[in-house]
C-alpha cells in the first residue's frame, strides 16, 4: 500500500503529489502547518489520533495571521485526516503534517493577491527527543522571534528557520536541544517544545505573551496535572536561572511527547534523575493518547472504522 497525500482537494499516490518550484511558500516560508500524532495502541488494533480537532482550531488561527484562506470547516479537516490515515493503513505510530501555504507560482514578497493551497501526509516518526532517558540543553545563542518580527503563536513555516539555527547550535555544541530565550531574556521555548519546570511542587510554565506557540501538549499537561495530581499550573514570565534551581524541567510537544530536561548548561537539573511529577505526568500522557484513559477518549479519534485487516509492507 503506498503512502497517501491529501493534495489538490483529492486524495493520491504521495509520489503523485508535487509542487512547481515557483510556489510562493518555497521561497519566502509564506505557509503554516501543523503537526498530529496518531498513536498506534496494539490490543484494539486501533490508531488513536490525538486532539485533530485541536489542532485544526491552531491552524485556522494561524491561517488568519497569514491571510490564507482555507476553504474547509474543522470538521471537515478532521474528515479529510481520519479518511487519509484509513487509507494508509499504517499499524505504527504515525504523525500527520497538515499545510496551509500560499501556492501562487509568482516572484513577490507580500501576503496579499496570492492563492492558497491545502496538502496533508501522513509519516512514521522516529522518537523526536529521547523522552524515556531525558535530554539535555543548553540555552541558545539565539533569541526567540517576537511577536513584532514573526507571530509564534502562529505555526509558521518562516518561524523555524529560528527553530533550525538554535536546534543545529545545540547539536553542534554536544547538546540534544536548545532553550530559546525572549529578546527581553526570560525563557520562551524549546526548538519544538513547550517548557515547564517544578519548584516546591508547583508546575510553572511561560505564558502565551512570551513568544511561545500554544501548545497542545502542554494544555493537555495543564488539565492533566490539575484533574489527576491535583496541581495547578502557574503562567509566569521564567528567568533563565530559575530553571538552574527547579526541581524538574521538561518540554512538551506532539512531536516530544513530554521529555524530562535532565541538564541545562553543564548544570545537573534537581538531582539530576527524572522526576516524580514528571514521570507521573508521563504516565498519565501515555496511556491518554493511545486511548487507553475512558475519561480522556474525547480527545482521541479513532483513525479505523473497521478492525485493522491491512499490514504495511
Ligand atoms: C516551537 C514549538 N513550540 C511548541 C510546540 C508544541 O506544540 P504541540 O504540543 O501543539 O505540538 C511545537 C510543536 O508543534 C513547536 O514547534
Redesign the pocket.
Known amino acids: 500500500m503506498p503512502p497517501y497525500a491529501f493534495f489538490k482537494k483529492q486524495f493520491m499516490p504521495l509520489g503523485e503529489a508535487k509542487i512547481g518550484i515557483l510556489t510562493h511558500a518555497l521561497h519566502y516560508g509564506t505557509a503554516c502547518f501543523?503537526?498530529i500524532r496518531g498513536n498506534w495502541n496494539e490490543e484494539q488494533k486501533q490508531l488513536f489520533l490525538f486532539r485533530v480537532k485541536?489542532?485544526y482550531e491552531?491552524l485556522l488561527k494561524s491561517c488568519r495571521i497569514l491571510k490564507i484562506n482555507l476553504p474547509y470547516s474543522v470538521d471537515e479537516l478532521c474528515k479529510f485526516t481520519t479518511d487519509l490515515v484509513e487509507k494508509s493503513g499504517y499499524r505504527e505510530d504515525v504523525y500527520i503534517r497538515p499545510l496551509a501555504y500560499k501556492s501562487s507560482e509568482v516572484v513577490g514578497v507580500r501576503l496579499h493577491d496570492l492563492e492558497d493551497d491545502f496538502l496533508i501526509i501522513v509519516a512514521t516518526l522516529a522518537a523526536y527527543l529521547n523522552a524515556d532517558a531525558g535530554v539535555r540543553c543548553c540555552t541558545s545563542s539565539w533569541r526567540r522571534v517576537d511577536d513584532t518580527m514573526i507571530p509564534?503563536r502562529g505555526?509558521i513555516t518562516g518561524?523555524?528557520v529560528n527553530?533550525a539555527l538554535a536546534k543545529t547550535e545545540a547539536n553542534e555544541r554536544g547538546f540534544d536541544e536548545a532553550i530559546l530565550l525572549n529578546h527581553d531574556g526570560h525563557v520562551s521555548?524549546?526548538?519544538?517544545?513547550?517548557i515547564f519546570f517544578v519548584l516546591d511542587s508547583k508546575l510553572v510554565t511561560p505564558p502565551s505573551s512570551d513568544n511561545?506557540?500554544?501548545?497542545?501538549?502542554?494544555?493537555?499537561v495543564i488539565q492533566l496535572a490539575r484533574n489527576e495530581l491535583g496541581i495547578e499550573t502557574v503562567e509566569a514570565s521564567v528567568d533563565r536561572t530559575e530553571l538552574y534551581i527547579a526541581d524538574e524541567v521538561f518540554f512538551?510537544?506532539?512531536?516530544?511527547h513530554i521529555s524530562p530536561v535532565l541538564e541545562i548548561d553543564h548544570r545537573p537539573v534537581g538531582n539530576g534523575k527524572i522526576g516524580k511529577v514528571t514521570k507521573e505526568l508521563q504516565r498519565l500522557y501515555f496511556d491518554v493518547i493511545k486511548g487507553k484513559n475512558p475519561k480522556y477518549l474525547h480527545w482521541c479519534t479513532l483513525a479505523y472504522s473497521k478492525l485493522v485487516q491491512t499490514r504495511r509492507s
Not at 511561545?212 to 502542554?218: A, D, E, F, K
Not at 512538551?252 to 516530544?256: D, P, V, Y
Open positions: 501543523e503537526g485541536d489542532h491552531r509564534a505555526k518561524i523555524y527553530s521555548e524549546g526548538s519544538g517544545e513547550n511561545i506557540l500554544l501548545g497542545v501538549t502542554r494544555d493537555t512538551t510537544g506532539t512531536a516530544a
